[in-house]
């Protein structure tokens, strides 16, 4: 844990302490001997247990259907992979139960945390506007529950349970895979800005809440996804697309910065921000090391790289292609990775060093 991490937890822990008596007041004792802290995720796809479920949307962005969540649950839960997701290897961690969509959670669950993310969602309104939940949104969604803690709980719980809480976020790849055509006049540069400063003012919102404790996701290479491989124009798809994989770099760089910023400005605001890019890069350039065979196609869909988004044959092409070894796979459909992969970034996400995870880990979030 670095010096920074460190001091910033003695400061939460002052903060804490000083709202300990609260639980009191809440009761929280009644649900567990000690006070379990609550996580509340935001996001995309990477991280949606199935809000998408509840929703009027397309198939592009549902995956309530078999073989979605094989794996793990034995039936399609919402979540775009095979098995769990991050959200939930690190709920397990904590010793949570499962984070269950905002759609499906009630008051009782509240205490726990609640997951707002959403397929296909972004950081801007207009990143696939009326098909997925954006961030905008998401935090409405927040303030609902924090409402109903406050009507529940009243002004100390609630404030203790928010301080104590961590923040889980993935957005941004979404908004740079499919930007909306309305910001086709600006540059890469003032796109990135743009995406920043919006997932910025949801962060300072979470933060005036009561929120202080943040865990990031940043962008893998975008250009290694099989659907970009398999439809990539300028290449054999033996090599990932430049021009995205760079995008993906200069947004973390971006992102990087800013909560770099943001811990200077915002008293007691402390993060983890996971490099997944480099976790992914490492995974792609050597497979066997971290017990995969197959890195660039899908398990499920069809065409060059299993790169045709048609996993599950509901989304305008009943055919496609399943492997057998889902576990062997890196990615489990034309996008998004399989539970062995998503199990491996938890752990490092848990309690990887400061240059995987820096400056703290979700761990020692947790711990505080």
């Known amino acids: 844990m670095g010096n920074s991490c460190i001091n910033q937890l003695r400061f939460l822990i002052f903060l804490i302490a000083s709202l300990a008596g609260a639980y009191q007041s809440y009761g929280f004792h009644h649900l567990s001997p000690k006070p379990r802290v609550p996580l509340f995720v935001f996001g995309d796809s990477l991280y949606d247990p199935g809000n998408n479920n509840?929703?009027?949307?397309?198939?592009?962005?549902?995956?309530?259907?078999?073989?979605?969540?094989?794996?793990?649950?034995?039936?399609?839960?919402?979540?775009?992979?095979?098995?769990?997701?991050?959200?939930?290897?690190?709920?397990?961690?904590?010793?949570?139960?499962?984070?269950?969509?905002?759609?499906?959670?009630?008051?009782?669950?509240?205490?726990?945390?609640?997951?707002?993310?959403?397929?296909?969602?972004?950081?801007?309104?207009?990143?696939?506007?009326?098909?997925?939940?954006?961030?905008?949104?998401?935090?409405?969604?927040?303030?609902?529950?924090?409402?109903?803690?406050?009507?529940?709980?009243?002004?100390?719980?609630?404030?203790?349970?928010?301080?104590?809480?961590?923040?889980?976020?993935?957005?941004?790849?979404?908004?740079?895979?499919?930007?909306?055509?309305?910001?086709?006049?600006?540059?890469?540069e003032e796109y990135v800005g743009i995406i920043v400063g919006n997932f910025t003012e949801v962060l300072k919102e979470v933060y005036k809440a009561g929120g202080r404790k943040f865990g990031f996701l940043s962008l893998l290479p975008l250009g290694c996804l099989p659907y970009v491989r398999a439809h990539n124009a300028e290449g054999n798809g033996e090599t990932c697309v430049k021009d995205l994989t760079d995008l993906a770099k200069s947004y973390n760089a971006a992102l990087a910065q800013k909560f770099k910023q943001l811990q200077k400005q915002l008293k007691g605001f402390i993060y983890s921000n996971f490099d997944f890019f480099n976790a992914v890069t490492q995974r792609l350039s050597n497979p066997s090391k971290y017990g995969f065979k197959e890195v660039k196609s899908g398990c499920c869909g069809s065409g060059a790289y299993r790169g045709n988004y048609t996993c599950g044959g509901k989304r305008g092409d009943a055919a496609y292609e399943l492997c057998d070894n889902p576990e062997e796979h890196f990615f489990f459909d034309s996008y998004h990775p399989s539970e062995t992969a998503y199990h491996q970034f938890a752990e490092?996400?848990?309690?990887?060093s400061p240059s995987v995870t820096g400056p703290c880990s979700l761990k020692s979030l947790f711990e505080v």
Do not use: C
């Open 54 to 188: 509840y929703i009027n949307t397309t198939p592009d962005f549902l995956a309530n259907f078999l073989p979605y969540g094989e794996t793990f649950f034995e039936f399609a839960t919402g979540r775009f992979s095979d098995g769990r997701l991050i959200p939930d290897f690190i709920a397990k961690y904590a010793k949570l139960p499962l984070i269950p969509p905002y759609f499906q959670s009630s008051y009782r669950q509240f205490v726990y945390g609640v997951n707002f993310a959403s397929g296909g969602g972004g950081a801007l309104v207009e990143t696939h506007e009326g098909k997925a939940i954006d961030l905008k949104t998401q935090l409405r969604y927040f303030k609902n529950v924090e409402k109903q803690l406050r009507r529940e709980l009243g002004k100390e719980g609630t404030d203790q349970l928010l301080s104590n809480a961590v923040y889980m976020f993935s957005i941004g790849g979404n908004d740079l895979l499919a930007p909306n055509p309305i910001f086709s006049s600006f540059s890469t």
């Open 348 to 352: 490092l996400m848990w309690n990887g």
